[in-house]
């Protein structure tokens, strides 16, 4: 083998799929394939439908439980023992990728996340993952049990 045919084979294995084979698609001139989200979309979209705590920020054992559980199952393992951040986003910033509002949180705990967040929803009843979402809630605030110093 020539090195000319040496150089073109390299060249050839080294090009994105798309462009070393030719579809019969793009051929005829049809657009490629527009990418779709795999998971849910960042960002606040609608609210989660039934999305009701049935545990106030005033319910200060609900908010000790959900402290509790997030201990339990780790949750500080990646967002940190307050949920200040480490390998899993700060649970304390004001901002937040897929919405900090009770229905968001329980959907986020639920069904999981890109990059990393488990869906818990197979695993732990509804109520379990209400209380954590009541705890999440309560951080940065008055009522956050065991705060930080």
């Known amino acids: 083998?020539?090195?000319?045919?040496?150089?073109?084979?390299?060249?050839?294995c080294a090009l994105p799929p798309a462009l070393a084979t030719r579809d019969d698609d793009a051929s005829q001139g049809a657009p490629p394939p527009v990418p779709t989200a795999v998971g849910p979309v960042p960002g606040p979209k609608k609210p989660a439908q039934g999305a009701i705590n049935p545990y106030p920020q005033t319910d200060a054992v609900a908010l000790m439980e959900g402290?509790?559980?997030?201990?339990?199952?780790?949750?500080?393992?990646?967002?940190?023992?307050?949920?200040?951040?480490?390998?899993?986003?700060?649970?304390?910033?004001?901002?937040?990728?897929?919405?900090?509002?009770?229905?968001e949180i329980f959907d986020s705990i639920a069904q999981g996340r890109a990059h990393g967040m488990p869906a818990w929803g197979t695993k732990l009843p509804a109520d379990t993952i209400w209380r954590l979402t009541a705890y999440i809630r309560s951080l940065r605030t008055p009522r956050e049990p065991n705060a930080p110093q």
Do not use: K, Q
């Open 67 to 103: 402290r509790r559980l997030f201990i339990r199952f780790n949750c500080s393992g990646c967002h940190g023992d307050h949920g200040g951040g480490g390998m899993g986003p700060s649970l304390r910033d004001v901002d937040w990728l897929y919405g900090s509002s009770d229905g």
């Open 1 to 12: 083998m020539t090195h000319r045919a040496l150089a073109f084979l390299l060249l050839l």
